[in-house]
């Protein structure tokens, strides 16, 4: 059975980092995609990253480019998302969800929380001096 369990929120001064794992049991990471997405008190699951099963190839939302990487390893079935000079509107619960790979998702639907069925069931991650 497919199992996602996100680790290593917590709480980060701004301008600091943080890495994130999703740890993937029960379906192999190259026939899915991987995504991170996050979700403030009060406001709808945003999209922040994802990366494709087929070729490694991440993506990301626009406030995030350029702060965070994900990754993932193979061997270990987990994806991770380093996320460097947080701020604090990113103060939320971040989760990572699978979907199964296709070629013809396009950027948006891959980072689009809808799209995917199976969640984890998240991590904090707080920005606050």
């Known amino acids: 059975q497919l199992q996602l369990v996100e680790s290593g929120g917590g709480l980060v001064q701004p301008g600091g980092s943080l890495r994130l794992s999703c740890a993937a049991s029960g379906l192999p990471l190259d026939n899915y995609v991987i995504g991170w997405f996050r979700q403030a008190p009060g406001k709808e699951r945003e999209g922040v990253s994802c990366i494709r099963g087929s070729d490694g190839t991440g993506y990301y939302a626009d406030s995030v480019k350029g702060r965070f990487t994900i990754s993932r390893d193979n061997a270990k079935n987990t994806v991770y998302l380093q996320m460097n000079s947080l701020k604090p509107g990113e103060t939320a619960v971040y989760y990572c969800?699978?979907?199964?790979?296709?070629?013809?998702?396009?950027?948006?639907?891959?980072?689009?929380?809808?799209?995917?069925?199976?969640w984890g069931q998240g991590t904090q991650v707080i920005v606050s001096s």
């Open positions: 969800a699978a979907q199964k790979d296709d070629a013809y998702l396009s950027s948006y639907w891959l980072l689009a929380p809808r799209l995917y069925d199976n």
